[in-house]
Structures are given as structure tokens and as C-alpha cells.
């Protein structure tokens, strides 16, 4: 019987170098489009929906992991999960408080309707479609709610963007220490360390393009979106690159 492919990468340190630069282009490429644009919040949100949709649409028709493919779509999902949060702060006036535990619900369900189905939420079990889309559902809610959450800490309770950051990465470095060292669940240290790597990308994105007098480096938007995505793109293409090289024959084999 052959071995389904398996239609996500490998956690790697690489998977979690580019998952963090995707989070601050998210956070940065939405305010881009909405504010120094002036697109606006629904105008933005219906264009990157309808581009996600598309990049989904063939991410899954693809069934396999092809890294160029899979960032897109992980990008393109970090700025609509960013999208829904601004919407229903800004334009609904939905408090931050109310949004983080409505989309913490939310992701819960998600996850209970997914392990309720499969019996796994493991990573390296993401070989069918239905559990892709129940995968990619749950990354747009980890999106959303790291967004509530960052914006939660840094801006109303006043913490700043760098304190922020230094929460968020404070608990990845706790995480990683019980996965390591006291044998916390693999699958449930990837899915805590995947919603706090949000947050912490947007603390990041938002200390280096906010102005001085709002806390940040004033970077801007743009300078800091290209910096990230030219970061992201020599990953993936390195990453594409050793992925098409062939294994290396056993020495035994090679005469």
C-alpha cells in the first residue's frame, strides 16, 4: 500500500523561522492595504479573501507539500485572520476581550470537530483533504485569535509592543522547555506554540513599522512588509531547492 503523501512541512526550525515572518507580514501587509492605501478594511478583506481562496483552492488540489504553494497560502491566511479581528474591533466595535475568547471558542470547536472526525491532530497526519481543510480552518482561527490577543496586551492594557513581544516569547520559550524536557503532548505543545507565534510576529511587526510616538521603530509598513517577504522568499526557495534534490545513494549502492 503506498504511503499518502503528507500535505504540510516538517516542523523544522525553518518551519517556525518562516511561521513568525509570515505572522509580521500579516499583521503589517493589512494595514498597508487598508490604511496607507486607503483601501479600507472591507475592500482589503474581500481582495485577500478571494486571493487566499484561490491559493487554497490549489494548495489542495496539489495534495502534497510544495513549499512555494503552502507559504503563499500561509501568508496570504495570516493577513485575512489579521483582516477579521480589524473588522470586528474597528468597524462592529467589538471589544478585544470579547474577540480573544469568542475566537479561543471557536478554535476549540474546530479542534474538537477535527479530532472528533480523524482522531489526531498531529502534523505529520495531514494526508487527506478533509483533514487539510480542517487544518487550514484552524490556522485562520489561530490567526484571528493572536491577532485579539497581541492587540489585547500591547494596546489595551498599554503594555507596549515589545513587552508584548517578550510575553509571548517568554511562553514559546516555556512551551519549548516542557516539550523538551518534561514531555509535554507533541501535538498539543505545536498547536499552543503555533497561536503564540502570532501574536509574537505582530508585536514584532508593529514594534518595527509603528512611528516613535506610538511606541515603535517607524519602519513603516512597507519597509517592513518587503524586509520580512524577501526573508520568507530566499527560505522557500532554498527550502524548494533541497527538496527537489535527490537523496544522496548508500555507498554500497552507488557502483
Do not use: C
Amino acid at each position: 500500500m503506498n504511503k499518502r503523501l503528507n500535505r504540510v512541512p516538517e516542523v523544522t526550525l525553518y518551519f517556525w523561522i518562516i511561521k513568525v515572518l509570515a505572522t509580521t507580514v500579516g499583521e503589517t501587509a493589512a494595514d498597508f492595504l487598508s490604511v496607507t492605501l486607503n483601501l479600507g478594511l472591507s475592500v482589503t478583506s474581500y481582495i485577500m479573501s478571494g486571493l487566499l481562496l484561490i491559493a487554497l483552492f490549489k494548495q489542495v488540489q496539489l495534495k502534497r507539500y510544495v513549499p512555494a504553494i503552502y507559504w503563499l497560502v500561509v501568508v496570504l491566511i495570516s493577513i485575512v485572520g489579521t483582516l477579521i479581528t480589524d473588522k470586528l474591533v474597528d468597524d462592529f466595535g467589538v471589544s478585544l476581550v470579547t474577540t480573544t475568547i469568542v475566537f479561543s471558542v471557536v478554535l476549540l470547536v474546530v479542534f474538537g470537530l477535527w479530532y472528533s472526525s480523524e482522531k489526531t491532530l498531529a502534523m505529520h497526519s495531514i494526508n487527506t483533504a478533509k483533514r487539510e481543510l480542517y487544518y487550514w480552518v484552524a490556522i485562520l482561527f489561530t490567526f484571528a485569535l493572536g491577532t485579539a490577543t497581541g492587540d489585547l496586551l500591547a494596546e489595551s492594557l498599554n503594555l507596549g509592543y515589545a513587552q508584548a513581544g517578550l510575553i509571548f516569547g517568554a511562553s514559546i520559550a516555556i512551551i519549548t522547555i516542557g516539550y523538551y524536557y518534561f514531555d509535554m503532548n507533541a501535538v498539543l505543545a505545536f498547536w499552543i506554540a503555533y497561536i503564540l507565534t502570532r501574536p509574537l510576529g505582530a508585536s514584532m511587526g508593529d514594534l518595527l513599522s509603528q512611528p516613535a510616538k506610538n511606541g515603535g521603530f517607524g519602519f513603516g509598513t512597507v519597509g517592513t512588509s518587503m524586509m520580512f517577504l524577501s526573508i520568507i522568499v530566499i527560505l522557500v526557495i532554498y527550502l524548494s531547492f533541497k527538496q527537489k534534490k535527490p537523496a544522496s545513494l548508500p555507498i554500497d549502492q552507488q557502483n
